[in-house]
C-alpha cells in the first residue's frame, strides 16, 4: 500500500484565524482536524500516479503484471473518459489491463476492495490495482471546507490459492441522497438558461458546484450504522471483532469514531486514527489511516483487519481481512509543479 | 413501549452536567448549558439502542422539547 498527498499543509487554527479562539478549539477538539493536505493545482489522478509508481517500485512488480485497474474518486479529471482509463497510459500498464471506475465516497474503498476480490476470485486477474482518494473538491465557505484534504492511495492484491480472502458487508439507504451532495453539478439541475450563463462569468462561480453536507443526518447515520454493519458481519461469517488487530473506521470526526469504538468496547489502541493530520479524505481515509500509523509495525507478521467505510450515498462497506507480506510505502508528499511539463485537453 | 416518563429517564441518563431531577417532560433541551453535536449524537445512538429508531438531523432541531422528541418516536416506531 502507498499514499500520496499533496506537499502543501493547511493549518485549520491558520484559516480560522478571525474566528473566536475558544469556538476554534472546541471546534478543532471535537472533529479532531488540526491539519490537512491540499493543493489547486494537482488532481486525484496525479495523486493515484504517483501512490500506484511508489508502491509497484516497492513491491518490484513490473507493470506488464498488473492484470486490472479500478480508480475510486468522485473527482476525475474529465466526467469523460474515466480515471482508470487516464491511470493505465499514464502507469505504462498493458493495454489488455481491466480498467474501471468507481463513483463512490466515503464507503469507495471497501467498494473498491470487493470489485478487486471478486475480479481475483474468479481466477482471470492475479495481480490488480486499487487507487482511491479525492482532490480539488470543492466546499465551499462555510465550516466543512476546514474537514477535508486531498489524497490518493494505492492498494495492490495478489491472488494467492487457499488464502481465505476478504469478507464483505455491504449496503446502501439511498433515502438519505442528499444528507451529503453537489446538488448543482450533475444533469438533474443543469439549466441552459440566461441565468446560468451569467453566473458562470462571475469569478466566483465555483461556488454553484459545491457539495452540501447536513451534519446531524451523517452524525445520525454514522452511530446508528456503522455498529449494525460491524455486527452483521461478525454473526454471518462467526467472526469477533475485538479479535481483529484493528480497527479502522472511516475519519470523518474523531468524536463520533470514539463513541462507536467505546460503545462497541474495542481498545483505544486498536481503532487508529490518522484524522488530525489528514482530514477527512473520504474514499482514502481507510488506507491513509493504515500506511501513515503502521508502517513499521505490521509487516512480516499476519494482522487482522476490520475496515468500514461509511457516508455519502448514504453507503456503507465494512471489511474483515488479513494481511500477509504486507509492503507498506512512505508517504509520498507531491509538489504543485510536479507535472507542468504534462500537457492535456 | 416505554412511556414518556421512562423516555425523560432514559434522556437525562445520557446529561452530565444537567442534575437528573430537573429534567422533565417540558424541558427545552437545546437550551441546556451542555447542549452539543455530540451529546445529540449520543442521544440519537440510544434511541437506535433502546426504540429501533433513527432520528434525522431535522428531527432533533424542529423539536423544542424532550417530549416532542418522544412523541417523534413514537411516530416513527
Redesign the interface.
Known sequence: MATAVPKKVIHNKDVMQSSNETDINSFIE?IGISERRNSSVLTEADLQVVAAERMLADLGWEKESVDAIICVTLTPDYPLPINACLVQDRLGLSKECYAQDICMGCSGWVYGLSVLATLLHNGDVKRGLLLVGECKMNWGLDRNALLFGHAGCATALEYEPGNEGFRFNLGTDGSGYDAVIMPKSGMRNMKYDEELIKEFERPERQLSMEAKM????V??????RVPKTINELCEHYGLDYKKHDYLVLHQANK??NK?IAK?MGVEPEKAISSIEHFGNTLSASIPITITTQLKGKIEGKPTSFLCCGFGVGLSWGTVSFTTKDIVISDLVEVDDNQFENLTWV | MKTLDEFVALFAEQLDETDPSTVTAGTKFRELDEWSSLLALTLISMIDEEFDVVLKGDDVKNSETIEDVYNIVVSKI
Open positions: 471535537q447536513k451534519n446531524l443526518d452524525f445520525s447515520f454514522s452511530v446508528t468524536s463520533i463513541h460503545k
